[in-house]
């Protein structure tokens, strides 16, 4: 529908972008279908480390059921919300007008054209902010999980290190890292591609908003709630993944100093400990980017100098152009 839509209008770069971003957005969910199996792994993973640990009562398997829901339910209003502002908007009607005007379309392919614009934007919105953001929804429940079971687990094993039963502590702690080294590796790229995707729509709907194409109220409004709804869709990607490496971190230190607790059994636990915990777990971004606060900041300070710098230059290219 993109495709058709591309063939009927005379500028050309938003649209491009537009499809471009997509392309992006359904190739991460081709690849998620294809890492099904792996997404049900992970999934009993879980709830082995968490029968493990006895971590989650019933309030609080309750309590995630509603954050989960109230997700859920903003994401779909938001998707509404943002449906029914675009085709209120003037800039629907400013690119109705057009495709009608144009002397390139056939006057009997005019109104088609009109009806594929109308599918175009409504799969693009419909894509671009409910299926995506399914993916951060999901890696942001499954950090918080994490995060859980490894401050769990420094909590716990105090309790066993009393009771002298260093062998549940190094399984937990195996089971715990086996489980973060198999969701980093199947999830580093579509999480990358999807901040990628987050920050592009963060910056073109942040433009959008500063320099609206129609400066009517309800375009703004459109511009507004986008760009609402992908920064929390960007806070809930990064902070809750880097809080379970912080709390990775911890749980590690803690496992690394297990062999002073028990003195008789120093050795063997160094030796056990070395050879199989010295490797710091993360998540990443393309096992490149370690994930952590600062990652946030720097994206966020890049999205602001990149909007200055293009802001800037477009101001001079429109002084340039009235001259």
Known sequence: MQILWLCFISNYKDEWAAMIVVFLQLWIYVSVYRSRTKFRLLTEELH???????VYTLKTKKMLKIYIWVYCLFVTFMTVFLEATLFNSGMISHEQHKLRSSELIPAHLKEHSVTIMYCSFTSITLVGHFFFATLPGYYCFVCCCMKQFFLHFVWKSKSLIAHQDYQSILEIYKEMN??????????????????????TSLFWYGYSFAFP??????????FAMGFLQYFVLLLITLIPAAAANQAAEMARGFVLSLPAWFPKQYSMIKVHVRRNFMH??????LEIYR??????ISAIGSLISYGILVGTLGSVQNINNEF
């Open 291 to 296: 994930i952590d606060k600062s990652l946030l």
């Open 178 to 199: 086996k489980t973060m080294i198999m969701m980093d590796n199947f999830l580093n790229l579509p999480i990358f591609i999807s901040v990628v995707n987050i920050l």
């Open 213 to 222: 194409p129609n400066a009517d109220n309800v375009t703004g409004i459109f």
């Open 48 to 54: 082995r480390i968490s029968n493990m640990l006895r």
């Open 280 to 285: 710091k777990t993360t998540l990443t971004l």
